[in-house]
Each structure stands twice: as structure tokens, then as C-alpha cells.
């Protein structure tokens, strides 16, 4: 019998490190062979979109996709998973938090094998429901002493700044620029729905790792194109997603400032076929558009939890 | 709240005709922009496939998908219906009747606008689960006066004939070679699982119309190269899907034996910016793949009058 499973009860089971395992085990699975990707599709409704993507992982058991509605009314994320022995449907699952988590720990698994080894400083900019998990995941692969976050709104990036520190066990602290908050970073996540560069060029340093998690549309852009090019390695989640919806890559290509023969996928670096790091002073990029393999891995997780303790209401006509 | 709605309510609340109206409605729609459909892509799982096809009908307030997983242990089939103004999730569907009805309004959205007019025999290959909403559809939309059967098994065709005879008000009789079933037919259904042709050029004749509904795999194919040359127009449901699993129409092309570009898609037809049939002596074909606008349009009327009768169950974590 099929299970739908509640935004409330995905809180109760899932936390950023479960979700780091199942992403990090889905990207070397697909790095074999052994796991399907489907990237994102859209169709129009009104005042926003509608998306699809599906992915499959035989060897776990399951196939399935996560679909959503976005719009001017807010957006509402569902996770159906099949069995893959073809048993039928296991389970619906409401998503939102499946996909901060896993969007957060695509995050955590590149800065693990791209960060220098001894980061400890991490900025954060943007503020909003993304921004804890990518700061979360980045704290749960490198031993961070301190944070700083930068959003436009006063308010959010201290309320982010107060909430962090409570829960982080190192030191959360706003800043007025964006430019104070990089400056001597290790670790630079941009979480924004900018659709300006919030993190340029002159803001770079040797040895800097940088999680661009914030847009999956070609309209944002969130680096400008003199800082990817400053980038001595650039991995994405998805290669053939990235090429449609990473608004700063598609607008470097398009200059001639990247190649798209640059781009490294991230299942790659996870099995170590190819480096994430080559050197302490490269400048590295992750460019994250978030991918259906990654939802449907947490969601596994959460599935067999949810049976585990019989959390979740059975599926029923 | 969103509704669950089971096979059981779903029989209870379809019929072909609302399945017809709902496509023909549908088609118009899409000739004029008003639709967006996502061609059906698939994933391995054990044994067989998980698949995936979306649509989009904002006017109608709609958008969804439908995915299922089929292999040797059976199928399960779902529609996932969205509000398409943003306001969440409607309906998590089973959409097995609503498959099986979808694919015979298909034809018979077909049968209306390329059939002769006086057509008043049909011939069905194949006597399976689809098999019969492919005669309902037909008989819905042309006085037919007798139908005939063929299909491998003696005793799947005798038992079609007889439980179809009781319900169409006319004979439905089996015969013992495909020959027989096509001969003196006006209206030529074939719906099977067959790898290899069923009918094949010897077979047809001037004023004919085809509905070849069985297959939506390049592996598998119902009319023979030479029969897909000897129509006079082709009809396809979704030129971009039948490229891709089309059997028939992709070899007949390999071969040079016929070019896309002759290829029609049928909600051009059903607004009349093209002719389904220019004369009483062209023999027509409709190839159907299935469509995922045809599910969503069936399953958006399923919802209304679900809501409307009371039917289903709230769908709650």
C-alpha cells in the first residue's frame, strides 16, 4: 500500500546529514552507470511555471519525479516514488523541505571534494529558506569557525545571523556589503533569486570555493561573466541541465569567456575520475541547478524511514 | 484539499463520450497555442520501464502529468493533476481507465475527421484491454452497422465478439485470419503488442481509414513499410513523439518510403487547417503514440465531476 508523506513528516525524519549520504551515494551511483537523470521541463500556467524531472536508480529500488507548481500564489513540490522492480506506486511525498535539503547538501558534497581541505570561513549571501541548509551542509564537511551572511534586507540577514549562530555552534555575523562578507572567505555560497551579479570578480582570492545554488534559470545570473572566467574549475550537477538553465555559464559560453568542454559534472569529481581541486590557490566553482536524482534520493531515504517508523498516511481511493 | 481518485471511482465516473469531447476539445486548444504538451521519456527500471509525459491547459485551469512504471509484474498508472493559476496540487489520479479510454477517443477523434463519412464497417486487430474503447470511439462517431474481430488467440477474439455484440447494438463477429477481419472494412483498427506487421499493404484498400494505435515503441511496429506508402495522408498525435516511438513511420522514413514532412498532427486536423481525407478513395491513417494532453484532458473532466458528485478521498499527511 502506498504512503503519502507530509511536509511535517519529512521534518521529523530528514536532516542535512541524510540527505549529504543519499546525494553523495546518487552521484557516484550515476558516475557508474547506475542511475538515470531526466532534466527539468517547464510549461507555463499562469503567473509562473510548471516543472518536471524524473530520475531512477534501479539498484535502491525506486524511479520516480518530483513535479511543482510555481507561481505569484507560492509553489507547491511533490515527490512521487515507484518501486523499480515495477511493483507500482510507493509513495507522494510533499517536498519543499526534501528540496532545501537536497539543494543544500549538492552544496555540501561539492564543497567536500573542491574546498580547500582547510576552509573555515564561510558567506553566505542571501538569507532566505535555501540559505540554512547551504550553510548547514558546508558546516558538515569542513570544521567551520565562523560565518558571515549578506542579503539587501537588513532585517532577514540578521535574523539569519541570529537564528545560525544559535544552531551552528560557531558565530553567525551580518554584514552591510556583499563585498565585506566575501572578503577572506573560504567558503562563498550565493543563495539569491538575483537576476544581477551578486558576486563579481574583484570580490575573488586564490584558493576560494564557491557554491552558486541560488538560480536554475537562464534568465538570473548570479556570478558575473569576469568571475566565472576567473574560475580555474567549474563543475555542475548535470551538464545537459546546466546548458539550458545556468544563466551565468550560458551567458560566459556566449561571450567566449567558458567552453562548455570546461564543465566537469559533479558524479565525476564524487568518484574521483576528475579533480575538484587541482591546487590551494585554484579559485573553484560549483554551479548548482538542482537535479532530479537528487530529490529522488532523499526521498528514498525519507520512504524507508517513514516505513521504518511508521510515520505517514496510507494512499488510499 | 486534493482528492484522491481510484480506479473504482474513476469507472464510475468516465465514459467515452466524455473522453471524446474532452480531446476534441483538448486538440483545438492546442492548434491554437492554447495547450503545451511534453513528449512521454522513459527511465529503465527492472525488467522494464518507469515513463513520464506532461501537459499544460491553463485556460481549462490545468497542468499535470501522468507517469507509470510497466514491466513484467504489471503496470500502475497516475495522473498528477495541477491547479494551473498556482494554487497547489488538485488530484493524485489512477489513471489506468483513464489511459484506456484516452487512447480510444484518440482514434475516434481521428475516425471523425478522416473516416468516410458513410463508413459503416470496422475491423479491430487485436482484442485486448484497449481493444474495446477503440470500437466504442469509432461506433461514437460513425453509424456502424458491423464490426469484426481477429486477434492470435481463438478464444480472446470469440469472447471480445460476444461481450462487444452485447454492448454496441450491433454484430460483432471473429474471424480466423487477419485477411478476413480488414476485408470490405471501412474503418481498420489495429491495437496490439505486436514486433512485427499485422497489416500490410495486400490488405488495404481505396477509401480505407487506419487507426494503428497499438504500439508506441520504434522496437514494435502494426503496418508493413509498404502499406505506410500506399496512405494517402498521415495523421500523428504528436509529430516530436511519433519521431521518437513511431515504429512504423520511422522505418518507412529510414527507407525513404516517407518524409515527416508529409506528416500531419491531428489538432490541425480537428480546426481544419488540414484535411484529414481529400477524397472518398484515399486511405487515411491515424498513428497514435498517446499523448500526455490526452490524459490530462480526460482527467481534468474526471476531477470536475469527481468534485461535483463527491467522489474520492482527501488526500492528507
Same sequence: chains 1, 2.
Avoid at 19 to 41: I, K, Q, S, V, Y
Avoid at 102 to 109: E, H, L, M
Avoid at 149 to 161: D, L, Y
Wanted: with cysteine.
Amino acid at each position: 500500500m502506498a504512503l503519502y508523506i507530509s511536509e511535517k513528516d519529512v521534518a521529523s525524519l530528514l536532516d542535512i546529514r541524510m540527505a549529504l549520504g543519499a546525494l553523495e551515494e546518487a552521484f557516484a551511483a550515476r558516475a557508474r552507470g547506475e542511475a538515470g537523470n531526466l532534466p527539468r521541463r517547464r510549461l507555463p500556467i499562469g503567473g509562473g511555471a510548471y516543472h518536471i524531472m524524473a530520475a531512477s536508480w534501479p539498484a535502491k529500488g525506486v524511479a520516480g519525479h518530483k513535479s511543482y507548481t510555481a507561481s505569484r500564489k507560492g509553489a507547491a513540490f511533490h515527490v512521487m516514488l515507484y518501486d523499480a522492480s515495477g511493483a507500482g506506486l510507493l509513495a507522494v511525498i510533499e517536498a519543499n523541505r526534501i528540496g532545501q535539503a537536497r539543494t543544500g547538501a549538492a552544496s555540501g558534497v561539492a564543497t567536500k571534494y573542491m574546498a580547500r581541505p582547510d576552509a573555515s570561513v564561510a558567506a553566505v549571501i542571501g538569507s532566505g529558506y535555501q540559505a540554512e541548509t547551504q550553510l548547514e551542509a558546508a558546516a558538515a564537511v569542513r570544521t567551520l569557525k565562523h560565518a558571515r551572511v549578506f542579503s539587501r534586507t537588513g532585517e532577514h540577514r540578521e535574523a539569519f545571523a541570529k537564528k545560525m549562530t544559535a544552531r551552528m555552534g560557531f558565530s553567525v555575523t551580518a554584514t552591510t556589503t556583499a563585498q565585506e562578507c566575501v572578503k577572506g572567505a573560504d567558503i562563498v555560497i550565493t543563495i539569491t533569486n538575483s537576476s544581477e551579479p551578486v558576486l563579481t570578480v574583484d570580490m575573488l582570492a586564490p584558493g576560494m570555493h564557491i557554491n552558486a545554488a541560488g538560480s536554475n534559470s537562464w534568465l538570473r545570473r548570479e556570478l558575473d561573466t569576469a568571475a566565472v572566467a576567473r574560475c580555474s574549475i567549474v563543475v555542475v550537477d548535470d551538464i545537459e541541465q546546466a546548458k539550458v538553465e545556468c544563466g551565468e555559464l550560458m551567458r560566459a559560453a556566449e561571450s567566449g569567456h567558458f567552453s562548455w568542454d570546461r564543465a566537469l559534472q559533479l558524479d565525476k569529481v564524487v568518484v574521483g575520475q576528475v579533480k575538484g581541486r587541482a591546487s590551494n590557490d585554484d579559485i573553484t566553482l560549483f554551479e548548482s541547478q538542482g537535479i532530479a536524482l537528487e530529490d529522488i534520493a532523499v526521498a528514498e531515504r525519507v520512504y524507508r524511514l517513514a516505513i521504518e517508523r511508521g510515520v505517514g498516511a496510507t494512499l488510499t481511493g
